[in-house]
Antibody, heavy 119, light 107 residues
Framework: EVQLVQSGAEVKKPGESLRISCKGS????????ISWVRQMPGKGLEWMGR????????NYSPSFQGHVTISADKSISTAYLQWSSLKASDTAMYYC????????????WGQGTMVTVSS | DIQMTQSPSSLSASVGDRVTITCQAS??????LNWYQQKPGKAPKLLIY???NLETGVPSRFSGSGSGTDFTFTISSLQPEDIATYYC?????????FGQGTRLEIK
């Protein structure tokens, strides 16, 4: 079965660092870009950026450039989203999604990781 | 950046109704437009890709059309299980943007 499995929910304090993960299975991990999508409570979907796991090349939305880092370890079929200093406004659900190389659509999604940042 | 204007933001319809959602791009995006369904507490699900292609396994009551800047998503006969929020999404390599979403409720 093709799937993306994300790490569990996190509760952090402002200023702390965090890395969440997204593990692909059932397909060739290096053949599909992985994107990260933010959904703040009660709000819509926001594309944050993407990585090509084959060479770790990244692109970021201007809204998120410099605020997060996307990386990947192809040896373990895992992509990451990390923050060096969290803010309360980072509280959200974060999804990883696989981009189909032909249709450019997000055909497989992770289950989501809820990140709560509160003092 | 390409902006997507999706309307309406919410919609109430009866079972069996034909439902239409529109998405307008701020510039020509050819057919680089996808539609997703998100049910409460769940990850989004791809329904339509490249403006008009039905994803495998998706019921045929869902359809999409359009090209350039104006796109339409249609449910031909609304079913109770279609209650969800629907999003359009464009890809202007390498940047991607989503519409604001349309919350669909049963009347």
């Amino acid at each position: 079965e093709v799937q993306l499995v994300q790490s569990g929910a996190e509760v952090k304090k402002p200023g702390e660092s965090l890395r969440i993960s997204c593990k692909g299975s059932g397909y060739s991990f290096t053949s599909y870009w992985i994107s990260w999508v933010r959904q703040m409570p009660g709000k819509g979907l926001e594309w944050m950026g993407r990585i090509d796991p084959s060479d770790s090349y990244t692109n970021y939305s201007p809204s998120f450039q410099g605020h997060v880092t996307i990386s990947a370890d192809k040896s373990i079929s895992t992509a990451y989203l990390q923050w060096s200093s969290l803010k309360a406004s980072d509280t959200a659900m974060y999804y990883c999604a696989r981009r189909d190389p032909v249709s450019w659509a997000f055909d497989i999604w992770g289950q989501g990781t809820m990140v709560t940042v509160s003092s | 950046d390409i902006q997507m204007t999706q309307s309406p933001s919410s919609l109430s319809a009866s079972v069996g109704d034909r439902v239409t959602i529109t998405c307008q791009a701020s510039q020509d995006i050819s057919n680089y437009l996808n539609w997703y369904q998100q049910k409460p507490g769940k990850a989004p699900k791809l329904l339509i890709y490249d403006a008009s292609n039905l994803e495998t396994g998706v019921p045929s009551r869902f359809s999409g059309s359009g090209s350039g800047t104006d796109f339409t998503f249609t449910i031909s006969s609304l079913q109770p299980e279609d209650i969800a929020t629907y999003y359009c999404q464009q890809y202007d390599n390498p940047l991607i943007t989503f519409g604001q979403g349309t919350r669909l409720e049963i009347k």
